[in-house]
């Protein structure tokens, strides 16, 4: 695949109506008053969001092209890692057992684990996760891991890491080639994901640990170790590139909804 063609009316009417539907909405919430008015916003907002939605699902890349970028983008992120094996956890099992349970069966999950002390694991598009010997040391038992690693096959599940290049894309006033589109997603595989995509992943992989057999008990002490991490890292030293260690969504936040989950 050289090249991935968008519609460029599509693209047009993606940037340009929607851009100018959130300038009105954020013109008109500044001047109305909160109290009458706060539901017309609300409408606004959700009208913008369905709005986007349809938008990126117009403008969808198919399962080959995400696997495709997401194989170009593991290349020039592994150049700079250092990779090792497993012995604490059995990961190719736990991996094995949630992959049954996946509903996006085309894109091509897989794993590395990733020779580094910091607490974290991270997602790309096309499926490729990455897993740092850090957050296994700092786990104790299997339904712990299997958690994390159901979060970030999450991710994917619910498209958070190829709508982010998509927005991109449509953001772009060109129609970008197969190797621009892969650039845009290294420029933004290490960026936070918003507070409702870690929910929504954080929801599903509640879901799919409880399908393979896993407990969920495993996501609620997860997030209490990583409470207690998150005031030993204090604001300044969170990494850019961490899932788990950030200031929105808190470890509490995220315990306290998964313990209400199923
Ligand atoms: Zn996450």
Known sequence: MNRITTNNFKQFFAVHISGLLMLFILTFSSTVT???????????????????ETLLEITALSDEEENAIG??????????LRFTRERKFNIKKIFKNLLQYVERTRINYNYKIIRTDEVNAYAIAGGSMYINTGILDFLDDEDEIAFVIAHEIS??????????????????????????????????Y?????????????????MLMLKAGYKKSGAVSFFEKLEKLEKEYGADQRDALNDFISSHPTARERRDRVINLY
């Open 34 to 52: 909160a109290q009458d008015d706060g539901n017309l916003v609300n409408d606004l907002l959700k009208t913008a969001n369905i709005l986007n």
């Open 71 to 80: 194989e170009e983008l593991d290349k020039q992120i592994s150049q700079d």
């Open 155 to 188: 991710h994917n599940e619910k498209r958070h890491c190829i709508k982010r290049v998509q927005y991109a894309v449509l953001a772009s006033s060109f129609d970008p080639s197969f190797g621009e589109i892969v650039q845009v997603a290294y420029g933004m």
């Open 190 to 206: 290490s960026m936070p994901f918003s507070k409702y995509d870690e929910f929504e992943a954080d929801e599903n992989g509640v």
